[in-house]
C-alpha cells in the first residue's frame, strides 16, 4: 500500500508560521494530485488544501484562504504546506494523502492513501 509521510508540525504562538512537509514511502507522489486534511478535536475531517499533478492548479479550504500556500518539489517528490498567520482554529492534525485530482470541492472521500499525520498546535 502506498504511503505518504508528514512532518513539520510544531507548537506555536498566535500569528506564527510552520512548513508542512509531505513525502512518500516507497513511490513517488510526482504522479499524484495531493492533498492536505486536518482534523481538530471532536470534529470531522476537513480538506485544506491541494496541488494537481504538475502544481498548475491548487485549491484552498475558504478558511484558509490568503494564509496557507501549497506547493510541490517534484525534484524532492515533496508536497508542501506553508501556513502563515496561525489561529488557535488552525489547531489540529495535519494529513496528507494522494488524490486522483485537485477539484474545487475535495474532501477526506476522494483522498486514498493517508500519512499518520502531524500535530500542529496555536496557542493564543
Known amino acids: 500500500q502506498l504511503q505518504v509521510v508528514e512532518s513539520g508540525g510544531d507548537s506555536v504562538q498566535l500569528g506564527g508560521s510552520l512548513r508542512l512537509s509531505c513525502a512518500a514511502s516507497g513511490f513517488s507522489l510526482n504522479y499524484y494530485a495531493i492533498g492536505w486534511f486536518r482534523q481538530a478535536p471532536g470534529k470531522e475531517r476537513e480538506g485544506v488544501s491541494c496541488?494537481?499533478?504538475?502544481?498548475?492548479?491548487?485549491n484552498y479550504a475558504d478558511s484558509v484562504k490568503g494564509r496557507f500556500t501549497i506547493s510541490r518539489d517534484n525534484a524532492k517528490s515533496t508536497v508542501y504546506l506553508q501556513m502563515n498567520s496561525l489561529k488557535p482554529e488552525d489547531t489540529a492534525v495535519y494529513y496528507c494523502a494522494t488524490l486522483a485530482a485537485c477539484r474545487i470541492h475535495f474532501g477526506p472521500t476522494d483522498a486514498d492513501s493517508w500519512g499518520q499525520g502531524t500535530q500542529v498546535t496555536v496557542s493564543s
Open positions: 496541488i494537481s499533478v504538475i502544481g498548475g492548479r491548487t
